[in-house]
């Protein structure tokens, strides 16, 4: 599939927009860390990485003033519009949202919903670690701790399930190549270790 525009917006002005919407460093993290898996995505799959770490930055921007289900994402779809982002990215923006039934007919929208959960989980795992260093954080004990429910409970099991096999990929290797990501940007993901925690 080809990206042939973001309409002129570059990643600072998406950087810019999120600093507008998002006061929540936990929700920044968040976008950075679905940009970063978007990006490694991109390279594995030869598709334009600029074009699919766009679509991860910006996929939650809206989500602090419009939490609500009937709210997220269209709201902030309607601003994206007005502000002359290309329609195939906000069309992959609506995919990640289960409940607005649009389908996940390309690549790219069925990479992002496959780290949009997975991201949170595993940064969730190597935020326990004593280290909380992502490059410290095993395969095994992501897949460990999918299994233990008691486990950071609010992540949907089983759309990281449904998303790995959507786009088709074996679920170890979706969880290793998340991880690959992460450590690649661990310090802007908050995931380097103690000595990043104060920054
Ligand atoms: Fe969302
Ligand atoms: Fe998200």
Partial sequence: MDYPQLNG???GDVVALLDEWITSESLKRHCLAVETAMRAYAEHFNEDTDAWGTVGLIHD???ERHPSADQHPVEGARVLSSQGYP????????????????PRDTRLKQT????????????????????????DVKVSSVMKKLKDKRFAEAVDRDAIMEGAKALGVDLD?????????????AEALGLAGDSDSNT
């Fill in 61 to 63: 921007f809206d989500y």
């Fill in 9 to 11: 917006k570059s990643r």
């Fill in 112 to 135: 992002l919903y496959a780290v949009d959960e997975l991201s949170g989980f595993v940064a969730a795992v190597a935020l326990v670690r004593p280290s909380r260093r992502i490059a």
């Fill in 87 to 102: 329609e195939w990215l906000i069309d992959a923006v609506l995919s990640h949202a289960d409940y607005l039934d649009v």
């Fill in 173 to 185: 290797d979706h969880v290793k190549m998340v991880i690959q990501a992460f450590a690649w940007n």
